[in-house]
């Protein structure tokens, strides 16, 4: 049997995800799993040899050959609420598709799954598997580790001891914490004793880590890794550390699948709409009558953008402590040989 799950949303999201896959690997041992997702899955995901990933291209030519690769699946799950993975699934003639109630297009699912907010997105991703009544094993995400991996970067990036990592960016600005805020709370940590890296991707991320850079007294003590790592490096970089700072964002999750400690500071966005760290804490704005606004935010309805600023970089520092010095262990990942 082949079964397919259509994921092309955003790095966080995939990982999520990841969730899923593990939970169909173990429901059908003997099939034939495909993910599709943005090219960069097949590093996220390499390892996993059940598991074959297409990479997605996002126009009409990328999507109408993935569509003929899906040819003789019998089970689709449609993870993303988007029109292309609703009519996608049903122009690949794939026999039960699931999806979600409130997907567009969700007319085109043989069986539809309802979507809460309220409840985090692995357990509202389960919906999908319960219509079917396959079974859930595992409420874990799970990511592969790799050794040789882990020490090639740690000698590639001169990683010695333990450090924390600041993941500073977000897809959208109004997600992104107070810059200099980030600054303050960096410097804080360095004044304690501790060592802090800078991860992210490149472009919009690289801009932010420098702005963030330019308000430290020191900023030659901070290693700048955003930018300079692959996603199977950023991946391996999170489970070294001995914690992850980020917004409401991709970091966060692969601290979790890893078995990181991890903080989250929420700004326009919420725990409410499912993304929160399930072994870490997270801060997030008080008293603003227009928090939560909405999951994807592009920009301030008011101009304001006074939640990136509610949460205070002390209040973050003191839970960092916690963790650091008395908190969350990590608990075991996959590692491969």
Request: aromatic share 10%; hydrophobic share 45%.
């Amino acid at each position: 049997m082949r079964i397919v799950v259509w994921q092309s949303a955003f790095l966080g999201d995939l990982v999520l995800a990841g969730n899923l896959v593990v939970n169909l690997l173990i429901n059908f041992p003997n099939s034939e799993l495909i993910l599709v997702a943005r090219p960069f899955a097949v590093e996220l995901f390499k390892g996993l040899d059940r598991l074959k990933v297409i990479p997605l291209k996002k126009n009409l030519k990328g999507t109408w050959k993935v569509i003929k690769q899906l040819a003789g699946c019998q089970i689709a799950f449609g993870v993303q609420r988007g029109l292309r993975t609703s009519l996608s699934l049903f122009l690949a003639k794939i026999p039960t598709r699931v999806g979600f109630k409130n997907a567009e297009l969700s007319l085109l699912y043989t069986h539809k799954a309802p979507h809460y907010w309220g409840i985090h997105e692995v357990e509202r991703n389960q919906q999908l598997l319960k219509v079917l009544n396959l079974k859930v094993y595992t409420d874990r995400l799970f990511l592969p580790i790799n050794w040789k991996t882990l020490e090639r970067i740690e000698k590639k990036f001169n990683l010695r001891g333990e450090f924390v990592a600041v993941a500073p960016s977000a897809n959208f600005e109004p997600k992104r914490w107070n810059e200099k805020y980030f600054a303050k709370l960096i410097e804080l940590l360095m004044k304690e004793g501790f060592k802090v890296t800078l991860i992210g991707a490149k472009g919009r991320d690289q801009e932010v880590a420098q702005r963030v850079l330019s308000f430290l007294k020191e900023p030659k003590g901070v290693k700048n890794l955003v930018g300079k790592t692959t996603v199977e490096e950023l991946v391996h970089l999170i489970y070294l550390a001995r914690l992850v700072v980020a917004n409401d964002s991709a970091p966060v999750h692969i601290a979790e699948a890893v078995g990181t400690p991890v903080i989250t500071v929420y700004c326009a966005t919420s725990p409410y709409y499912g993304f929160f760290p399930r072994r870490g804490v997270y801060l997030q704005p008080k008293g603003l009558k227009c928090h939560p606004c909405k999951p994807n935010p592009k920009e301030c309805k008011f101009s304001s953008m006074e939640c990136t600023q509610t949460v205070k970089p002390e209040e973050v520092y003191e839970k960092a402590l916690y963790l650091l010095n008395k908190g969350l262990q990590k608990h075991s990942a996959i590692f491969l040989s």
